[in-house]
């Protein structure tokens, strides 16, 4: 079955660029009318949708965080990945990479286990 | 954005019950809301889509419903796993935005 595992360094200082990466195991990235995202929970939080993306490249982004946000993709490595510049405290956060089901509605149907990055000086 | 306020934000039951979670959209999204369950240190499991849709493997104890602004989850008899937090989410329009979260606790 379908796995997704984040990597990425955990420890950021303000003003640096987050970069993430969501591996896709278990399937090809290609396949299916599927889209690829990013959600972050703050610790004891809620979670918030970061942004997506189909295979085409074709993005979508939160408009909290357009601005500093970019998600691309690598089909010939079955990854996607993630990059938030001038961080800042508040985006300490666990990461999520999550598959975007398409039926009916659009939903979050397989989630990474999530990767702990914190902001700090 | 659309807001998503659920209620309660906490809840204590116990094995056994029966429990209803409310999820409120500040505007209609037809039935484009989905449940999820997360448990401490867990990722979000994906649990009912389309407001009433259960997701393969998702037991049949939770259900859902519901369409507009006011959508349900309930678990009609509580297992000891089922305690978690629950949150709900839109896709009616970008951003998808989640619920802040029931939490469920065993009294």
């Known amino acids: 079955q379908v796995q997704l595992q984040e990597s990425g360094p955990g420890l950021l200082k303000p003003s640096q660029t987050l970069s993430l990466t969501c591996t896709v195991s278990g399937g090809s990235i290609s396949s299916g009318s599927y889209y690829w995202s990013w959600i972050r929970q703050p610790a004891g939080k809620g979670l918030e949708w970061i942004g997506r993306?189909?295979?085409?490249?074709?993005?979508n982004y939160n408009p909290s965080l357009k601005s500093r946000v970019t998600i691309s993709v690598d089909t010939s490595k079955n990854q996607f990945s993630l990059k938030l510049s001038s961080v800042t405290a508040a985006d300490t956060a666990v990461y999520y990479c999550?598959?975007?089901?398409?039926?009916?509605?659009?939903?979050?149907?397989?989630w990474g286990q999530g990767t702990m990055v914190t902001v700090s000086s | 954005d659309i807001q998503m306020t659920q209620s309660p934000s906490s809840l204590s039951a116990s094995v056994g019950d029966r429990v209803t979670i409310t999820c409120r959209a500040s505007?209609?999204?037809?039935?484009?809301l989905n449940w999820y369950q997360q448990k401490p240190g867990k990722a979000p499991k994906f649990l009912i889509y389309?407001?009433?849709s259960l997701q393969s493997g998702v037991p049949s104890r939770f259900s859902g419903s519901g369409s507009g602004t006011d959508f349900t989850l309930t678990i009609s008899s509580l297992q000891p796993e089922d305690f978690a937090t629950f949150y709900c989410q839109q896709s009616y329009s970008s951003p998808y935005t989640f619920g802040q979260g029931t939490k469920l606790e065993i009294k």
């Open positions: 505007q209609s999204i037809s039935s484009y």
């Open positions: 389309a407001a009433s």
């Open positions: 993306i189909y295979t085409s490249g074709s993005t």
């Open positions: 999550a598959r975007v089901l398409a039926v009916l509605t659009l939903a979050f149907d397989i």
